[in-house]
Protein backbone atom coordinates (compact mmCIF):
# COMPACT_ATOMS: atom_id res chain seq x y z
CA UNK A 1 0.00 0.00 0.00
CA UNK A 2 1.52 3.28 -1.24
CA UNK A 3 1.39 5.76 1.67
CA UNK A 4 0.80 9.50 -0.23
CA UNK A 5 3.51 12.01 0.35
CA UNK A 6 3.16 14.65 2.66
CA UNK A 7 5.99 17.44 3.14
CA UNK A 8 5.83 18.51 6.79
CA UNK A 9 7.26 22.31 6.32
CA UNK A 10 4.53 22.59 3.07
CA UNK A 11 2.38 25.57 4.93
CA UNK A 12 5.79 27.16 5.45
CA UNK A 13 7.19 26.18 2.14
CA UNK A 14 4.27 28.27 0.60
CA UNK A 15 4.39 30.93 2.69
CA UNK A 16 8.72 31.26 2.19
CA UNK A 17 7.66 31.19 -1.76
CA UNK A 18 4.70 33.90 -1.41
CA UNK A 19 7.55 36.02 0.55
CA UNK A 20 9.83 35.62 -1.96
CA UNK A 21 7.40 36.37 -4.66
CA UNK A 22 6.81 39.64 -2.59
CA UNK A 23 10.16 40.55 -2.49
CA UNK A 24 10.77 39.74 -6.01
CA UNK A 25 8.23 42.23 -6.76
CA UNK A 26 9.23 45.30 -4.43
CA UNK A 27 12.79 44.77 -6.25
CA UNK A 28 11.20 45.22 -9.20
CA UNK A 29 9.13 48.28 -8.23
CA UNK A 30 12.67 49.90 -6.50
CA UNK A 31 14.58 49.22 -9.75
CA UNK A 32 12.07 50.69 -11.93
CA UNK A 33 12.12 54.02 -9.38
CA UNK A 34 15.93 53.99 -9.49
CA UNK A 35 15.87 53.73 -12.94
CA UNK A 36 13.68 56.37 -13.56
CA UNK A 37 15.31 58.51 -10.83
CA UNK A 38 18.68 57.95 -12.76
CA UNK A 39 16.81 59.10 -15.99
CA UNK A 40 15.10 62.32 -14.28
CA UNK A 41 18.69 63.54 -13.11
CA UNK A 42 20.62 62.36 -16.62
CA UNK A 43 17.95 64.60 -18.22
CA UNK A 44 18.62 67.71 -15.56
CA UNK A 45 22.35 66.96 -16.48
CA UNK A 46 22.08 67.10 -20.32
CA UNK A 47 19.63 70.34 -19.71
CA UNK A 48 22.32 72.16 -17.27
CA UNK A 49 24.73 70.78 -20.22
CA UNK A 50 22.60 72.09 -23.22
CA UNK A 51 21.92 75.68 -21.29
CA UNK A 52 25.95 75.85 -19.94
CA UNK A 53 26.79 75.46 -23.87
CA UNK A 54 24.46 78.23 -24.52
CA UNK A 55 25.30 81.05 -22.28
CA UNK A 56 28.89 80.32 -23.30
CA UNK A 57 28.00 81.14 -27.09
CA UNK A 58 26.11 84.13 -25.90
CA UNK A 59 28.86 85.33 -23.94
CA UNK A 60 31.50 84.80 -26.70
CA UNK A 61 29.04 86.82 -29.15
CA UNK A 62 28.70 89.48 -26.23
CA UNK A 63 24.65 89.11 -26.76
CA UNK A 64 24.09 88.06 -23.32
CA UNK A 65 23.83 91.57 -21.58
CA UNK A 66 21.67 90.17 -17.89
CA UNK A 67 24.70 88.19 -16.50
CA UNK A 68 23.20 87.77 -13.63
CA UNK A 69 20.03 85.58 -14.97
CA UNK A 70 21.77 83.38 -16.54
CA UNK A 71 23.47 82.55 -13.67
CA UNK A 72 20.98 81.63 -11.87
CA UNK A 73 19.18 80.02 -14.91
CA UNK A 74 21.99 77.73 -14.51
CA UNK A 75 22.26 77.86 -10.41
CA UNK A 76 18.74 76.94 -10.07
CA UNK A 77 19.29 74.09 -13.26
CA UNK A 78 22.37 72.96 -10.94
CA UNK A 79 20.26 72.55 -7.90
CA UNK A 80 17.79 70.40 -9.19
CA UNK A 81 20.63 68.21 -10.65
CA UNK A 82 22.11 67.83 -7.25
CA UNK A 83 18.66 67.53 -5.87
CA UNK A 84 17.76 64.60 -8.70
CA UNK A 85 21.21 63.16 -7.96
CA UNK A 86 20.43 62.73 -4.11
CA UNK A 87 17.08 61.30 -4.93
CA UNK A 88 18.82 58.65 -7.23
CA UNK A 89 21.15 57.62 -5.16
CA UNK A 90 18.73 57.10 -2.15
CA UNK A 91 16.47 55.21 -4.87
CA UNK A 92 19.22 53.46 -5.75
CA UNK A 93 19.72 52.41 -1.66
CA UNK A 94 16.59 51.59 -1.45
CA UNK A 95 16.60 49.19 -4.53
CA UNK A 96 19.57 47.91 -3.57
CA UNK A 97 18.24 46.49 -0.12
CA UNK A 98 15.21 45.34 -1.58
CA UNK A 99 17.61 43.27 -4.07
CA UNK A 100 19.57 42.15 -0.89
CA UNK A 101 15.71 41.35 0.48
CA UNK A 102 14.68 39.68 -2.35
CA UNK A 103 17.76 37.43 -2.71
CA UNK A 104 17.45 36.58 1.13
CA UNK A 105 13.80 35.56 0.66
CA UNK A 106 14.99 33.13 -2.54
CA UNK A 107 17.54 31.58 -0.38
CA UNK A 108 15.25 30.34 2.23
CA UNK A 109 12.48 29.71 -0.13
CA UNK A 110 15.25 27.22 -2.29
CA UNK A 111 16.38 25.83 0.83
CA UNK A 112 12.85 24.13 1.61
CA UNK A 113 12.13 23.22 -1.89
CA UNK A 114 15.17 21.29 -1.52
CA UNK A 115 14.40 19.80 1.95
CA UNK A 116 11.29 19.41 -0.03
CA UNK A 117 12.71 17.23 -2.62
CA UNK A 118 15.33 15.46 -0.21
CA UNK A 119 12.01 14.38 1.95
CA UNK A 120 10.04 12.84 -1.05
CA UNK A 121 13.27 11.12 -2.06
CA UNK A 122 13.55 9.28 1.25
CA UNK A 123 9.67 8.67 1.52
CA UNK A 124 10.12 7.31 -2.48
CA UNK A 125 12.70 5.18 -0.76
CA UNK A 126 10.80 4.10 2.24
CA UNK A 127 7.77 3.16 -0.07
CA UNK A 128 10.71 1.17 -2.21
CA UNK A 129 11.92 -0.65 0.91
CA UNK A 130 8.39 -1.41 1.84
CA UNK A 131 7.39 -3.24 -1.28
CA UNK A 132 10.43 -4.62 -1.25
CA UNK A 133 10.14 -5.82 2.14
CA UNK A 134 6.54 -7.28 0.91
CA UNK A 135 7.96 -9.28 -1.84
CA UNK A 136 10.51 -10.49 0.47
CA UNK A 137 7.87 -11.91 2.53
CA UNK A 138 5.80 -13.53 -0.31
CA UNK A 139 8.82 -15.04 -1.49
CA UNK A 140 9.83 -16.52 2.01
CA UNK A 141 5.92 -17.53 2.48
CA UNK A 142 6.43 -19.35 -1.02
CA UNK A 143 9.61 -20.61 -0.09
CA UNK A 144 8.17 -22.46 3.23
CA UNK A 145 5.38 -23.87 0.90
CA UNK A 146 7.71 -25.16 -1.29
CA UNK A 147 9.59 -27.02 1.70
CA UNK A 148 6.75 -28.05 3.82
CA UNK A 149 5.08 -29.50 0.43
CA UNK A 150 8.69 -31.77 0.03
CA UNK A 151 9.26 -32.55 3.71
CA UNK A 152 5.33 -33.37 3.74
CA UNK A 153 6.46 -35.84 1.04
CA UNK A 154 9.27 -37.34 2.25
CA UNK A 155 7.86 -37.68 5.78
CA UNK A 156 6.22 -41.18 4.71
CA UNK A 157 7.72 -43.82 6.40
CA UNK A 158 10.87 -45.72 4.76
CA UNK A 159 10.45 -48.70 2.83
CA UNK A 160 11.28 -51.97 5.08
CA UNK A 161 13.98 -53.07 2.71
CA UNK A 162 16.04 -49.86 4.27
CA UNK A 163 16.25 -50.25 7.72
CA UNK A 164 19.10 -51.31 9.03
CA UNK A 165 20.47 -54.58 10.40
CA UNK A 166 20.89 -53.63 13.91
CA UNK A 167 17.30 -52.05 13.94
CA UNK A 168 14.41 -54.73 15.92
CA UNK A 169 11.90 -54.45 13.40
CA UNK A 170 14.30 -55.66 10.49
CA UNK A 171 13.86 -59.27 9.21
CA UNK A 172 16.12 -62.11 11.08
CA UNK A 173 18.14 -64.89 9.17
Known amino acids: MKRRFEFRLERLRRVRALEEHVARAERAR ?69 AEEHRTRKIAARALDELRQRARLQHLAGLAQDEQAQMDEIALRRASARRGKAEGASSAPPPATDLAPDSPSAPRP
Open 30 to 98: TEAEAHGAEARAEAVRTHLASDRAWVRTRLEESALAPLSAARRTLDTTAQLLSRRIAAAQAARQVAARA
